[in-house]
T-cell receptor
Framework: DTEVTQTPKHLVMGMTNKKSLKCEQH?????MYWYKQKAKKPPELMFV???????INESVPSRFSPECPNSSLLNLHLHALQPEDSALYLC???????????FGPGTRLTVL | GQQVMQIPQYQHVQEGEDFTTYCNSS?????IQWYKQRPGGHPVFLIQ?????EVKKQKRLTFQFGEAKKNSSLHITATQTTDVGTYFC??????????FGQGTILTVHP
C-alpha cells in the first residue's frame, strides 16, 4: 500500500465550529507532515511529526492543533478558524530526513 | 530565512516544444526534490538530486543539480498534453524540512 488517505475530501465550517482532519498511511513511514496550500501557491509546511513526536511547528496559530495518535495516523484539529484559513490541507508521509514525501489527496477547507 | 526561487511562474508551449523551469536557493541545499501537481491534484514526487553537478533523466525529463548545490533545473523535451501541471522544486534544508519553490504552471496547447 503506497497511498496516503485523507478525510474528509471537502469541509465547510463556520468560525465557531470545531472539526478535525484525518490522515492515514500504511507504508511504515515514521515522518508525517501537514501542509497548507492556497490556490496557485506552493505547499507551506505547518507541522512535522517524527516517530509520533512533534518535531517542527512552523509558528502555526494555536487554532490549529495537530495530533499523532500512532505511527499510521495524523489528525489536525481545527477550532475558531478564520476565513483566510480556507485552503487545501495536505498530509504527507516519508521515511524521514530528506526522503521523498508521499502526499495525500488533501482536504479542501472552506471557512465561512 | 531559507528561500527557494523558481522561474518562470507560467509557461505556455505548443505540444512538441521544449520546456525548462529553474530553481535557485539563497543557501546551499542538502538535496533538491521535484514534484508535479496536476490541476485539482496533489504533489507527486518525481525525483531527488543529492550530489553536486548531478544529472538524472526520466524519459523526456532531465534534471540537473548545480555544482554549488544552490540551483537546479528541470527540462522536458517535446512536451505532451499529459505534461500539463505545476512543477515544484523543493530544497532540503533543515533536517526533515523541505522548502518549496513558487512553482511553474505549464500549459501545453495541442
Amino acid at each position: 500500500d503506497t497511498e496516503v488517505t485523507q478525510t474528509p475530501k471537502h469541509l465547510v465550517m463556520g468560525m465557531t465550529n470545531k472539526k478535525s482532519l484525518k490522515c492515514e498511511q500504511h507504508m511504515g513511514h515514521r515522518a508525517m507532515y501537514w501542509y497548507k496550500q492556497k490556490a496557485k501557491k506552493p505547499p507551506e509546511l505547518m507541522f512535522v511529526y517524527s516517530y509520533e513526536k512533534l518535531s517542527i511547528n512552523e509558528s502555526v496559530p494555536s487554532r490549529f492543533s495537530p495530533e499523532c495518535p500512532n505511527s499510521s495516523l495524523l489528525n489536525l484539529h481545527l477550532h475558531a478558524l478564520q476565513p483566510e484559513d480556507s485552503a487545501l490541507y495536505l498530509c504527507a508521509s516519508s521515511l524521514g530526513g530528506y526522503n521523498e514525501q508521499f502526499f495525500g489527496p488533501g482536504t479542501r477547507l472552506t471557512v465561512l | 530565512g531559507q528561500q527557494v526561487m523558481q522561474i518562470p511562474q507560467y509557461q505556455h508551449v505548443q505540444e512538441g516544444e521544449d520546456f525548462t523551469t529553474y530553481c535557485n536557493s539563497s543557501t546551499t541545499l542538502s538535496n533538491i526534490q521535484w514534484y508535479k501537481q496536476r490541476p485539482g491534484g496533489h504533489p507527486v514526487f518525481l525525483i531527488q538530486l543529492v550530489k553536486s553537478g548531478e544529472v538524472k533523466k526520466q524519459k523526456r525529463l532531465t534534471f540537473q543539480f548545480g555544482e554549488a548545490k544552490k540551483n537546479s533545473s528541470l527540462h522536458i523535451t517535446a512536451t505532451q498534453t499529459t505534461d500539463v501541471g505545476t512543477y515544484f522544486c523543493a530544497g532540503g534544508t533543515s533536517y526533515g524540512k523541505l522548502t518549496f519553490g513558487q512553482g511553474t504552471i505549464l500549459t501545453v496547447h495541442p
